[in-house]
């Protein structure tokens, strides 16, 4: 049964602003500071030269070196070299200078841009008492390029460890830059690397030799990318895999996972973001465009939050789930597939992972101003919301968010019409207020095409979802039942759960659902449906109650995008996609498909232009077995319109 | 009492010839007659080289005290009833408020120990003002009154077998050593113990028993010297039957010794010290020294795989044992030559070694022995840290080179080793003390928090043992080892026999505590020692224990392919409200994390019924049905009930 503690109960920490102490001192005097951060067990950092040849040396690596040697034919030394010249272009050379030329830099830098970066301190205190017991993972969400840049500034300013940070490689081509964040502690991974025995050995001997020897925390992103669309993706398991190995191997006691929430106000790439879910290339990376992006140093993106979630004991996770005498038969430095058990260990781990950042995510007001602004303009040709309507449903989402335990940061002191109008300014690039109405600052007639008006349209709309996005995790449990009650063919408790449980296998791709937790998810949301009285819960029936039909209404409606979007998805593999299609066909032609509906004005939602809906549907699809890949291409044997009954739905997968 | 001056004097006179002896018996014991055809038979060939030693019966006196044999059939005159070792001999604080170990027995015996209060007021947090005394003496109200299987004693009387159903007697072959044991004996608590105590004299005795114990379905627990710390010996409280503990420690003869093969035939009664000392009378010695040896005895060894502390020359009791004779519920196993080796399937030694006592009891073991070594050394390396401490053994036993013993103790125990420094007479003694300490710390720079120290024990004739020596210190050095003097080694093993009192001095002050082993492979030594003593002082701090727990260890033996590791753990349960329980949790919990790291159930303390839950998985499904099959041939009415191991 669902017993879980009442969210609304959640204890969190309070905040501080660490940019309101650099407003009132030097900022070279505190980037030349006396840095004396506590180690793990009194280890010192290692010299990144030390670190190589420690794992060169390693046992692991001269395996899959004489593993590689023999399959190849080529010498030991060449592959030596080539795993070293692997470990050249991997390895982090911190050093303290450049962090502290960072740290001074990203003060002014910081200090322009926001209004405050507050972090909870005893998270602070927490992670630092960890750091000192086990070796420590971060994990910090990742929504911006700031966000490790963010982190080690504020464990500088917290006088902690630097963490090593695993960044992707596209951050090299940025010649100056990509050496600046070397030097500041990144260390870069190749972006895929399939079947490259020596190059994942290197790159897993590198990260556990920090680890296990406690030389600084580890920082990755479970997310493997910036979300583009503010909704957490679905955790990457590489690394995680990496770091629990020590532990799981008895190389370690214990590892300390630190789950870390940042949440900004305004992201910095907000409309860039747009621009390339719609398709609309993504500039590469390099210096010269970091430049040019200096504009947006004029603009005022409001504060940042950043929480540090409770440290995780891999050991604890562990508990009664792995057995670790399995690997007590095979010498530990050949490396070897970790089995199912520990891949579904791994996996549900990270799901609790990206839920506990989720779940630490600050949200501002106008994350609910936005959810409540895009279903007002889905719902039809308006003139907008008026302002003091706007503000009631704010208030009444405000109370409604509270009680399913969002950690929602409304400024109490202030009326509620001044918050709200606060954080619309905030965000006057994409709300426009005429005449007492809100409405979103869609462009009109400025396009010369129907079609580009739509993208300019799906510009603002992408951005103003991916703020809505930031409270999904909120809503989706509930709104996953309020949409299954609403589908039920009847209130049978049975035929709601029967329906539920089909539309989370559904998009379990598009958001963070644990596998195998269909029930658990189905009690938490009856019980927070059942707690703000929107419906009652009896041993066979789920009723709508009288008040519960606002509620309802608002929670089908967050969801209904996502429906539409699978729904028009299936529409064209059916319709469109009689014969096989390539991947790299799909996201055109989907595309080209969508728009047509759009521009016919069948379908109302142009966020389903998001490549990201577009994607994570296709991948629904494969996983449910409605669609088939055949040697790398997209066949489509055939696929039944999802609509209808769920079970029938669920059976039709081919 | 009990000890009739009766027949078994007569068929039981040798050792051999005893499958056809026993059912002699048989016959004898039921009619007079026979007697007299029992009276002429004669051992068949005794081989004239060697030393024969008869199986007489005690003397015709009804008194069961001894005769000159270390243990006597009463225990309870020379032995502590709630506690390790020799009554005369403890641990205490003397008025002055000084650790004095009292007694005569041994070299610490008699000495004031200056820094051991200290050492366990930081340790523990004890608090000398605050005692948990032991309850003084045994009610035998508190023991339940047997319960007699009529017929098995009418018949058991008529053989002339001493036996007892005393509450004493009973209560003290119910418990080994583990802390649960002792603890409830200190409390006066007394669970269910055997109902009739039992000393046979010989194999043929033990025959007798046997057969009794089958045909009037008796319970038979085989009791050596006690020292078991596996629950080995509790009765199993399920157990409805009566309980007979068949306690072999008069069955101590040596029987004869064959200087031409090494070899000698021992009753498996005899104690560890006893073997020894009668060996060394004839210049000889087995070698196996278990560091219980004082009291363990040489049929326990057996029937636990024990291992002893110069196993590197002498090796275990595998490698010693020649021959094995088990009286069984099917009659008596044993093999039918003296040959070294034989290849003629699996090795039944190997059913009767181990089987802690499910299937029978050990009666007779023929041993190899070695001539007493010309020179002994006495040796200890300090190490800056016990990483380098362990790669030195590491590499000592990569080039084979071990001494008869090598350990390693990790930076607790070598301050604990410390505390038990006795009282320096000379000023001389202790300036030179200083000096080393200053010459390790300061001059080279070892952390005293981090230093571990190894002790070593070299035999052999004196040239090798020099070269030897030598030839290890070299290692040593390349691991930053530096020599540390004989004495402290010398001391470091002399502690090894006094360190089981101190339990008992820990529990007087709320201190309880264990020690348990196991063996690694080499790559895992380190990673399991940091990880079992770190879950030990997690669980203890989630289990509500105020004070952090001693958790230490040591490597004791070294293999070609790994290490014998032993973890001491102790703590101060003021303030808990059931101390034995978070005990038993905290010890559960060390060895999941044992088994965790790689390490095995047990090196040589056996399975008992303290760790069975684990043996299935140790020995997977099919060990554990061929285990059961063998119980189920040789023992098919659990006439050896003890429930040790399966």
Known sequence: ?654 | MDALPSLHKHGSSMASNSSGGGSDRQRIAQQRLRIIAGHLRRPVDVDSTILAAECKAQDSKTDVSSEGKTVPRRRQEIMKWNGWGYSDTKFLFNKKGQAEFTGKRYKLSGMIMPALKDWLEDTFGTNLQHKSPATPILTSSAVQPPTLNEAFVEELKSTGIPFSHDAEDRVFRAHGHCLHEIFALREGKVGRVPDLVVWPNCHNDVVRIVELACKHNVCLIPYGGGTSVSSGLECPPEETRSIVSLDTSQMSRILWIDEKNLTAHMEAGIVGQDLERLLNESGYCTGHEPDSMEFSSLGGWVATRASGMKKNIYGNIEDLVIRVKMVTPQGVIEKSCLGPRMSTGPDIHHFIMGSEGTLGVVTEVTMKIRPMPEYQKYGSVVFPNFEQGVACLREVAKQRCAPASIRLMDNEQFKFGHALKPQVSSMFTSFLDGLKTFYITKFKGFDPNCLCVATLLFEGHREKVLQHEKQVYDIAAQFGGLAAGEDNGQRGYMLTFVIAYLRDLGMDYYVIGESFETSVPWDRVLDICRNVKLRIIQECKDKGVQFQPLASCRATQTYDSGACVYFYFAFNYRGLSDPVHVFEEVEHAAREEILANGGSLSHHHGVGKLRKEWMREAVSNVGMGMLKSVKDYVDPNNIFGNRNLL
């Open chain 1, 1 to 654: 049964h669902y017993n879980q503690r009442d969210p609304m109960l959640k204890k969190r920490d309070d905040f501080e602003d660490v940019l309101e102490e650099r407003r009132n001192s030097s900022d070279l005097r505190y980037a030349l500071r006396c840095y004396t951060p506590v180690l793990y067990k009194g280890v010192p950092p290692c010299k990144s030269s030390m670190l190589k040849s420690m794992v060169l040396q390693s046992d692991q690596l001269h395996y899959v070196i004489s593993q590689v040697s023999k399959e190849t034919g080529r010498k030991t030394d060449e592959v030596q070299e080539e795993a070293s010249a692997i470990l050249d272009e991997m390895a982090h050379c911190q050093q303290l200078s450049t962090v502290r030329f960072f740290a001074f830099t990203l003060s002014k830098v910081f200090k322009s841009l926001f209004r405050s970066i507050c972090v909870n301190e005893e998270g602070i205190q927490r992670l630092q008492q960890a750091i000192q017991e086990h070796p420590v993972v971060l994990l910090p969400s990742h929504r911006s390029y700031m966000d490790f840049l963010l982190m080690s500034y504020l464990l500088y300013t917290y006088d902690l460890t630097l963490p090593v940070i695993a960044a992707g490689m596209d951050f090299m081509g940025m010649k100056f830059v990509g050496e600046m964040l070397r030097m500041s502690g990144a260390f870069f991974i190749r972006r895929s690397f399939g079947g490259d025995k020596l190059y994942w050995a290197v790159f897993s001997e590198y990260v556990k030799t920090m680890l296990k020897n406690g030389f600084a925390p580890v920082e990755f992103f479970l997310e493997g990318t910036r979300s583009r669309t503010s909704k957490s993706l679905t955790p990457k398991l590489g690394l995680l895999n990496i770091a629990m190995d020590p532990f799981l191997k008895g190389e370690v006691f214990d590892v300390s996972v630190v789950p870390v929430s940042i949440s900004y106000e305004r992201i910095l790439e907000e409309t860039l973001y747009a621009r390339e879910l719609l398709g609309i290339p993504k500039p590469k990376e390099s210096t010269s465009g970091l430049f040019k992006a200096r504009k947006v140093l004029s603009e005022d993106y409001g504060s940042i939050h950043v929480y540090f979630g409770q440290p995780v004991s891999v050991r604890s996770l562990a508990e009664g789930r792995v057995n670790r005498r399995q690997f007590n038969l095979v010498p530990r430095h050949i490396p070897g597939k970790p089995g199912e058990d520990i891949h579904s260990f791994v996996n549900d781990s990270a799901y609790k992972l990206v839920r506990a950042q989720e779940e630490n995510m600050v949200l501002k007001p106008w994350v609910l101003l936005a959810s409540l602004l895009l279903q007002n303009q889905a719902a039809g040709p308006k003139e907008g919301l008026p302002l003091d309507e706007l503000t009631a449903q704010a208030v009444w989402l405000r109370d409604l968010s509270r009680q399913y335990g969002a950690f929602l940061h409304w400024p109490d002191q202030m009326t509620p019409s001044e918050v709200v109008s606060s954080s619309l300014s905030l965000h006057r690039g994409l709300v426009r207020i005429c005449e007492g109405k809100v409405q979103l600052a869609v462009e009109q007639g400025l396009a010369a095409t129907p079609e580009e008006k739509l993208l300019n349209q799906a510009v603002i709309v992408l951005s103003c979802a991916s703020y809505r996005n930031q409270a999904l995790h909120v809503f989706l449990r509930p709104a996953l039942l309020a949409s299954a009650i609403h589908t039920a063919s009847s209130t049978q408790k049975q035929e709601v759960f029967n329906s539920f449980s089909f539309l989370r296998n559904m998009f379990s791709n598009e958001f963070i659902l644990c596998p195998g937790a269909t029930v658990q998810d189905f009690e938490e949301a009856s019980y927070l449906l059942v707690k703000t009285g929107a419906v009652q819960v009896s041993q066979q029936e789920v009723v709508v109650t009288e008040g519960g039909h606002r509620t309802l209404a608002f929670l089908i409606a967050m969801l209904d995008p996502f429906l539409q979007g699978y729904q028009v998805v299936c529409r064209f593999l059916c319709e469109e996609a009689t014969e096989t299609l390539t991947e790299k066909q799909f996201i055109p032609a989907v595309r080209k498909f969508i728009i047509k509906h759009l521009l016919a004005g069948g379908l109302r939602y142009a966020e389903v232009l998001s490549s990201d809906l577009q994607k994570n549907s296709l991948a629904a699809f494969l996983r449910l077995g409605a669609v088939q890949k055949i040697k790398g291409y997209v066949g489509f044997d055939h696929l039944e319109c999802l609509v209808g009954p769920p079970s029938r739905a669920q059976n039709t997968t081919l």
